[in-house]
């Protein structure tokens, strides 16, 4: 195996691209070696992109937050202003692992891995999330959602490297949240997790909602209609109750033995009306 550290984007990329065999890029390495050192992946080249400088910022814009993808969950932790526009997202990094993982791990990464119950996955995509990505071809800029299509699996095409997660400037009165649901409270993977993202009117109706769920399904998925039985009404019982049916709906999910498809889909709902709470409650008291 060979160990590149790239010190540029297009390095990284070339290096990729030229591997005759599997070419994997390394962030914090807390899925990759893992896999490696079990035996799963046997990669022929692993391009470390942390010495990436364009790699380690996170800057604000007109078009939002654009965080570099190898940047690590506790910074964005510390990342004041980012936590403040968007505690759900923050909130999902922040479940992942330990102190330790997160001194390490990288959202990019938690989507590239591709595990259906990745925590990060669900509240990026409820809250629009793009990644810009950079490969032989150029450069373009696609939905969160579209990147992971199957268990390990990704959109992603050979020599491709994801630069930045984009998150869209926020609208007045919007809230996110992400909550999971985990057998054990510490250093579990989700059962069910639910990213929820809304924004209302100034009269407090519902003017645009997003809702994610993740670990009940091959993929974290959009549910676009959960979104839909929100938008224009004041987030009550009855449009939760109608959101969480497309919720339980769109649950495609295993049994295993962290609990099974049916105790999954009904826990989906649960968790989501939870989120829509608080992601509600953060709504209400934004730009105070
Ligand atoms: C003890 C422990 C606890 C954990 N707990 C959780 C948890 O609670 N929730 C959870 O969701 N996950 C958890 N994980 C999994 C892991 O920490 C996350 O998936 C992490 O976010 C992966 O990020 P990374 O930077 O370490 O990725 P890496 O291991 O470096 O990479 C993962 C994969 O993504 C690819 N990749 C990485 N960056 C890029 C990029 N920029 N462009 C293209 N491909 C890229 C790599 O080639 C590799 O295939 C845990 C892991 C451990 C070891």
Redesign the pocket.
């Known amino acids: 195996m060979e160990y590149v550290v790239a010190r540029s984007i297009d390095e990284a990329v070339a290096r990729l691209a030229a591997a005759q065999g599997a070419a994997?890029?390394?962030?914090?390495?807390?899925?990759?070696?893992?896999q490696m050192t079990a035996g799963l992946r046997r990669p022929e080249v692993v391009v470390d992109?942390k010495n990436i400088p364009d790699l380690r910022r996170i800057t604000r814009d007109e078009a939002g937050f654009h965080i570099g993808?190898a940047v690590c969950g506790a910074e964005i932790n510390e990342h004041k202003e980012l936590k403040a526009t968007w505690p759900g997202v923050v909130e999902a990094i922040d479940?992942?692992?330990?102190m330790q993982?997160q001194s390490?791990?990288?959202?990019?990464?938690?989507l590239?891995?591709a595990?259906p119950?990745?925590?990060?996955v669900p509240a990026m995509i409820a809250a629009g999330a793009t990644v810009t990505i950079v490969g032989p071809q150029g450069r373009r800029e696609v939905p969160v959602e579209e990147i992971p299509v199957g268990p390990g699996k990704t959109s992603?095409q050979k020599g491709e490297?994801?630069v930045a997660i984009n998150l869209p400037p926020r609208k007045p009165r919007s809230g996110d949240a992400y909550l999971r649901f985990t057998p054990r409270t510490e250093?579990d993977?989700a059962v069910v997790g639910v990213g929820v993202n809304l924004s209302l009117d100034e009269d407090g109706t519902c003017s645009a909602a997003r809702v994610a769920v993740g670990a009940v399904a091959p993929t974290a998925l959009l549910v676009p209609d959960a979104g839909m039985a929100l938008i224009g009404t004041k987030v009550d019982e009855a449009a939760l109750e109608k959101a969480a049916a497309a919720v339980r709906a769109a649950c495609n999910p295993i049994d295993d033995k962290r609990g099974t498809a049916e105790y999954r889909i009904r826990t989906s709902a649960v968790i989501f009306k939870r989120a829509a709470a608080e992601a509600l409650a953060r709504a209400k008291t934004s730009g105070r």
Do not use: E, Q, R
């Open positions: 994997h890029a390394l962030a914090g390495g807390t899925d990759l070696i893992v992109i993808s479940v992942i692992g330990s993982v390490k791990a990288t959202p990019a990464g938690n590239c891995n595990s119950a990745a925590d990060s992603l490297v994801i250093m993977i």
